[in-house]
C-alpha cells in the first residue's frame, strides 16, 4: 500500500549539484522516520541520510557536510540536496521508510522506492 518513487537523477561532472526527490503515497508519512540509502555498482547498499519525524537529521560520514535531507510533510515529500559531488557518490539512490525512530541500518527499513541513477564524471 505504500509507494515511493525518487526523481532526480542523472549524469554530472565533479563538483556539481543535484537534488533528489522521493514522492511517497500512503499512510503515516508524517509520523515516519525517512531515510535515503545508495548502492554503488558492484557493493551493498549503504546509509546515505536520514530523518525523524521530528526532523532531526544524520547522515553518513562520507556525504557530512556535502549532502542535506529535509522533508516536506505537506506534500509528503522526502529530498536529498547533494553538494560537491564526486565520482564515488556514483550509485542508484534509493528512499526508504524507517520503522523505529532513528533507523540507520537497511534492515530498519521496510518500504523502498525503485531507485534513482546518480552518475558523476571526472
Known amino acids: 500500500q505504500v509507494e515511493l518513487v525518487e526523481s532526480g537523477g542523472g549524469s554530472v561532472q565533479a563538483g556539481d549539484s543535484l537534488r533528489l526527490s522521493c514522492v511517497y503515497s500512503g499512510r503515516t508519512f508524517s509520523t515516519s522516520a525517512m531515510g535515503w540509502f545508495r548502492q554503488p555498482p558492484g557493493k551493498e547498499r549503504e546509509f546515505v541520510a536520514g530523518i525523524t519525524w521530528t526532523d532531526s537529521k544524520y547522515y553518513a560520514d562520507s556525504v557530512k557536510d556535502r549532502f542535506t535531507i529535509f522533508r516536506d510533510n505537506a506534500k509528503k515529500m522526502v529530498y536529498l540536496q547533494m553538494n560537491s559531488l564526486n565520482p564515488e557518490d556514483t550509485a542508484i539512490y534509493y528512499c526508504?521508510?524507517?520503522?523505529?525512530?532513528?533507523?540507520?541500518?537497511?534492515?530498519?527499513?521496510?518500504?523502498w522506492g525503485p531507485g534513482a541513477q546518480v552518475t558523476v564524471s571526472s
Open positions: 526508504a521508510r524507517g520503522i523505529g525512530a532513528r533507523p540507520r541500518t537497511r534492515y530498519e527499513y521496510e518500504y
